[in-house]
C-alpha cells in the first residue's frame, strides 16, 4: 500500500463545477504539498500547508492531522484548470524529500 | 525573481552512455532535491543536497549522483544509461532543508534509446 493515496484518479467536470480531491497517507508528517502539473511536465507549488485551511483564489486546501487527510477544493472550474494535480507529504524527521500520491488527472469541459 | 532553472529541457541518449543534467534553484536558496518521474512509478524521490552535503538519498542504484556547489547549483549524473531511465528528471530548490516548500523547474526529459 503507497504511503500516499489520491482519490479519484480521474475526474471530469463540467465548467462551473465545485471540484474536491482527496489525499490520504500513512506514515507521521510535518507538512504537505499540493502541486499541480501541465501536459510539458512543469509542477507549480499550490500550497504547502501543515494544518487548518489555505485559500488562494478559487483553490482550497484543507488538512487534517489527526486523522491524515488532506482535500484540495476548486470553486466555480474553468477549462484552465485542467491538470494533474498531485498531493506530496514531508514525512517526519525525511528533511526536504517529498512523498507523492499517484496524482488526479482533471478535466474541466466548456 | 527567477525560478529554478533545468538544462537541458530535452537530450536524447545512447544505452551505456552517461549524461549529467544541471539545476539552478531560486538566488538565496540552499536545498536542491531531485525527482525523477516515469509513467510506471509516477515521482520518486533521488537525492537532496544542502549547503553542498547529500542530505538524504532515494532508493537508486548507484549509477545516479549528484553533487551541488559552493553557488547552489547542482548537477546529477546518470552512468552507464539503461532504457528504463528514460524518463522526467526534476529539480525543485527551498530555501532551507526540511519542510520548507518546493519550488520546481520546468524538468529534464531524458530518452534513452
Known amino acids: 500500500k503507497n504511503e500516499v493515496e489520491q482519490s479519484p484518479q480521474n475526474l471530469t467536470a463540467q465548467e462551473g463545477e465545485f471540484i474536491t480531491i482527496n489525499c490520504s497517507y500513512s506514515v507521521g508528517i510535518s507538512a504537505l504539498h499540493w502541486l499541480q502539473q501541465h501536459p510539458g511536465g512543469g509542477i507549480v507549488s499550490l500550497f504547502m500547508?501543515?494544518?487548518g485551511k489555505k485559500k488562494h483564489g478559487r483553490l482550497i486546501a484543507t488538512i487534517n492531522i489527526q486523522e491524515k487527510h488532506s482535500s484540495l477544493h476548486i470553486t466555480a472550474s474553468h477549462p484552465r484548470d485542467s491538470a494533474v494535480y498531485i498531493c506530496a507529504v514531508y514525512s517526519n524527521n525525511a528533511g526536504n524529500m517529498l512523498t507523492f500520491g499517484g496524482g488526479t488527472r482533471l478535466m474541466v469541459k466548456p | 525573481k527567477a525560478g529554478v532553472t533545468q538544462t537541458p529541457r530535452y537530450l536524447i541518449k545512447t544505452r551505456g552512455q552517461q549524461v549529467t543534467l544541471s539545476c539552478s534553484p531560486i538566488?538565496?536558496?540552499?536545498?536542491v532535491s531531485w525527482y525523477q518521474q516515469t509513467p510506471g512509478q509516477g515521482l520518486q524521490f533521488l537525492f537532496e543536497y544542502f549547503s553542498e552535503t547529500q542530505r538524504n538519498k532515494g532508493n537508486f542504484p548507484g549509477r545516479f549522483s549528484g553533487r551541488q556547489f559552493s553557488n547552489s547549483r547542482s548537477e546529477m549524473n546518470v552512468s552507464t544509461l539503461e532504457l528504463g531511465d528514460s524518463a522526467l528528471y526534476l529539480c525543485?530548490?527551498?530555501?532551507?532543508?526540511?519542510?520548507?516548500?518546493?519550488?520546481f523547474g520546468q524538468g529534464t526529459r531524458l530518452t534513452v534509446v
Open positions: 500547508l501543515s494544518s
Open positions: 525543485a530548490s527551498s530555501l532551507m532543508t526540511a519542510n520548507t516548500e518546493a519550488f
Open positions: 538566488s538565496g536558496h540552499r536545498s
